[in-house]
C-alpha cells in the first residue's frame, strides 16, 4: 500500500540499506527533498555512499513505514558522529567551500557537484539544529569573509525561508545562489573586507559589476536553474531601485533575491571590519526595520525577525540577575530564550557555562541584548551548545 501521510520529518537513510555495487531500495533525496539517487540505481562507490548517508533522507512514504525500525541510531553513530556537533560541520563545509571555488572554470563539473552536496549539508545543518545553525552565523570567525559571509547567508536564508513558507525546491535554489553570489568577485571581497579606505571609483565599478560576472561564471560552469541564476542576478537590487546592476524596482526583484538581500546586508551589519566594529544585532535590526517596505521587502524582514527572534541564538545577552551570557536557543517566539552564562553577577567569569532558560518562573529574565564580549571567545562554540567539542 502506498502510504502518502506524512510524517513530521523523513527517515535518515540506514546503512544496513545502502551496499556498493548493488541498487539502492528507495529514491534518496535530501533535506529539501531533491532527488540524489533514484530507487534501482547502482550504488557506484564508498565516497557516494558516505555522502548519501550523511545527507540522505528516505521519501514520505517510505518513512511513514519505518517510524518503528530505531535505525537512525545506529546509522548516528557509524556515519554522522561529526554531527553531534554541528559546528565542527559548519568548519568542514567552509573547508569544503573554500576548495570547491577553486574548481570554477577548471573542472566545472565538479564545482557544480560538490555546490550541490555542500548546500544539502546546509539543509541538513539547518533541518537537525537551526539554534546552532544561527548561533554560528552569528559567531564564528575561522575563516576569511570571502568564505564564511556566503555559508551565514545560506544558513540564514534557510532558516527564514522555512518561516515563510518557501517551497523547498525553491528554499534550495536560493541557497545555491547565496553560496555562489559573490563568485564574479573572490579575487578581491577578502581586500575589500580589510581596506579602510573608502573604494575608489574603479573598486565601486568592479562591486556593481559582480552580480553580473556571477551570472556569466554560473552559466558557463553549466548552472540550468533559472530561480538560482535570477536570485544572483538580483541580490543587490533594492525596491527603491536604488540598487544594481539595473536599478530594478519592487515585484521585478525576485522573491529570492530579496531574501538574500536583507541576509546580506543584516550578516555584514553584524559582522566586524577592520574599519568598524560590528552593529549590534537589536540597532541593526532597527536599522533594516527604519527602512522596512522602502528598501527591504517588509514580509521577508518579518520572517527574519520571527525566525531568529528578540534574542537571536549566537547574541550576547545581560540578564536582571546581573549575569551575562550566550543565547544558546531562541525559545518560545524568541522571547524567552535559554542563555549560557559565562559571566557571573558579580562580573566574575564562570569556570563553565551556567544554563538559564528565561520561559521557567524561577528563572532571571533577559534584560538587554549588548555587544559579543570578547571572553566566548575562551569557550568552544559547541561546548556552549551543549555538544562535544
Given at each position: 500500500?502506498?502510504?502518502?501521510?506524512?510524517?513530521?520529518?523523513?527517515?535518515?537513510?540506514?546503512?544496513?540499506?545502502?551496499?556498493?555495487?548493488?541498487?539502492?531500495?528507495?529514491?534518496?533525496?535530501?533535506?529539501?527533498?531533491?532527488?540524489?539517487?533514484?530507487?534501482?540505481?547502482?550504488?557506484?562507490?564508498?565516497?557516494?555512499?558516505?555522502?548519501?548517508?550523511?545527507?540522505?533522507?528516505?521519501?514520505?512514504?517510505?518513512a511513514?513505514?519505518?517510524?518503528?525500525?530505531?535505525?537512525?541510531s545506529?546509522?548516528?553513530?557509524?556515519?554522522?558522529?561529526?554531527?553531534?556537533?554541528?559546528f565542527?560541520?559548519?568548519?568542514?563545509?567552509?573547508?569544503?567551500?573554500?576548495?570547491?571555488?577553486?574548481w570554477?572554470?577548471?573542472?566545472?563539473?565538479?564545482?557544480?557537484?560538490?555546490?550541490?552536496?555542500?548546500?544539502?549539508?546546509?539543509?541538513?545543518l539547518?533541518?537537525?539544529d537551526?539554534?546552532?545553525?544561527?548561533?554560528?552565523a552569528?559567531?564564528?570567525?575561522?575563516?576569511?569573509?570571502?568564505?564564511?559571509?556566503?555559508?551565514?547567508?545560506?544558513?540564514?536564508?534557510?532558516?527564514?525561508?522555512?518561516?515563510?513558507?518557501?517551497?523547498?525546491?525553491?528554499?534550495?535554489?536560493?541557497v545555491?545562489?547565496a553560496?555562489?553570489?559573490?563568485?564574479g568577485m573572490?579575487?578581491?571581497?577578502?581586500?575589500?573586507a580589510?581596506?579602510?579606505?573608502?573604494?575608489?571609483?574603479?573598486?565601486?565599478?568592479?562591486?556593481?559589476e559582480?552580480?553580473i560576472?556571477?551570472?556569466?561564471?554560473?552559466?558557463?560552469?553549466?548552472?540550468?536553474d533559472t530561480?538560482?541564476?535570477?536570485?544572483?542576478?538580483?541580490?543587490?537590487?533594492?525596491?527603491?531601485?536604488?540598487?544594481?546592476?539595473?536599478?530594478?524596482?519592487?515585484?521585478?526583484?525576485?522573491?529570492?533575491?530579496?531574501?538574500l538581500?536583507?541576509?546580506?546586508?543584516?550578516?555584514?551589519?553584524i559582522?566586524?571590519?577592520?574599519?568598524?566594529?560590528?552593529?549590534?544585532?537589536?540597532?541593526?535590526?532597527?536599522?533594516?526595520?527604519d527602512?522596512?517596505?522602502?528598501?527591504?521587502?517588509?514580509?521577508?524582514?518579518?520572517?527574519?525577525?520571527?525566525?531568529?527572534?528578540?534574542?537571536?541564538?549566537?547574541?550576547?545577552?545581560a540578564?536582571?540577575?546581573?549575569?551575562?551570557?550566550?543565547?544558546?536557543?531562541?525559545g518560545?517566539?524568541?522571547?524567552?530564550?535559554?542563555?549560557?552564562?559565562?559571566?557571573?553577577?558579580?562580573?566574575?567569569?564562570?569556570a563553565?557555562?551556567?544554563?538559564?532558560?528565561?520561559?521557567?518562573?524561577?528563572?532571571?529574565?533577559?534584560a538587554?541584548?549588548?555587544?559579543?564580549?570578547?571572553?566566548?571567545?575562551?569557550?568552544q562554540?559547541?561546548?556552549?551548545?551543549?555538544?562535544?567539542?
Amino acid at each position: 500500500m502506498n502510504q502518502r501521510a506524512i510524517p513530521t520529518k523523513r527517515a535518515t537513510v540506514q546503512p544496513n540499506d545502502l551496499v556498493v555495487g548493488k541498487p539502492v531500495p528507495y529514491d534518496i533525496e535530501d533535506a529539501y527533498g531533491h532527488l540524489l539517487l533514484r530507487r534501482g540505481s547502482i550504488l557506484r562507490s564508498r565516497e557516494q555512499l558516505e555522502r548519501l548517508l550523511q545527507i540522505g533522507r528516505t521519501p514520505y512514504h517510505v518513512a511513514a513505514g519505518r517510524e518503528d525500525t530505531g535505525g537512525i541510531s545506529r546509522r548516528r553513530e557509524l556515519a554522522l558522529a561529526a554531527f553531534r556537533n554541528p559546528f565542527d560541520l559548519i568548519y568542514q563545509i567552509s573547508r569544503a567551500l573554500q576548495e570547491t571555488f577553486k574548481w570554477v572554470g577548471e573542472d566545472n563539473e565538479r564545482f557544480l557537484r560538490r555546490l550541490d552536496h555542500l548546500a544539502s549539508r546546509i539543509g541538513d545543518l539547518v533541518e537537525r539544529d537551526a539554534d546552532a545553525a544561527i548561533g554560528a552565523a552569528h559567531l564564528d570567525e575561522a575563516f576569511a569573509y570571502s568564505i564564511r559571509h556566503p555559508i551565514r547567508q545560506a544558513v540564514l536564508c534557510d532558516v527564514v525561508g522555512s518561516q515563510l513558507g518557501i517551497p523547498d525546491s525553491e528554499r534550495r535554489s536560493i541557497v545555491l545562489a547565496a553560496l555562489s553570489a559573490n563568485i564574479g568577485m573572490l579575487e578581491t571581497q577578502d581586500r575589500l573586507a580589510q581596506q579602510t579606505t573608502p573604494l575608489d571609483a574603479n573598486q565601486r565599478r568592479d562591486l556593481e559589476e559582480h552580480p553580473i560576472r556571477s551570472v556569466e561564471r554560473l552559466s558557463a560552469a553549466g548552472v540550468e536553474d533559472t530561480t538560482w541564476i535570477q536570485v544572483v542576478a538580483q541580490h543587490h537590487e533594492r525596491l527603491d531601485g536604488s540598487g544594481y546592476p539595473n536599478g530594478l524596482r519592487k515585484d521585478q526583484i525576485c522573491r529570492g533575491a530579496r531574501l538574500l538581500s536583507l541576509a546580506d546586508t543584516y550578516l555584514a551589519m553584524i559582522s566586524n571590519r577592520v574599519y568598524r566594529p560590528a552593529t549590534a544585532v537589536r540597532e541593526a535590526l532597527l536599522e533594516l526595520m527604519d527602512q522596512s517596505g522602502e528598501i527591504y521587502d517588509r514580509d521577508i524582514l518579518s520572517g527574519l525577525i520571527q525566525t531568529i527572534g528578540i534574542y537571536p541564538a549566537g547574541s550576547f545577552v545581560a540578564l536582571d540577575s546581573g549575569e551575562r551570557g550566550v543565547v544558546i536557543h531562541r525559545g518560545h517566539r524568541g522571547a524567552n530564550p535559554v542563555v549560557a552564562v559565562l559571566i557571573k553577577a558579580n562580573g566574575q567569569p564562570t569556570a563553565r557555562p551556567l544554563y538559564r532558560d528565561t520561559s521557567q518562573t524561577d528563572m532571571p529574565s533577559v534584560a538587554s541584548l549588548e555587544p559579543t564580549h570578547q571572553l566566548t571567545q575562551r569557550f568552544q562554540l559547541a561546548s556552549l551548545w551543549g555538544y562535544d567539542s
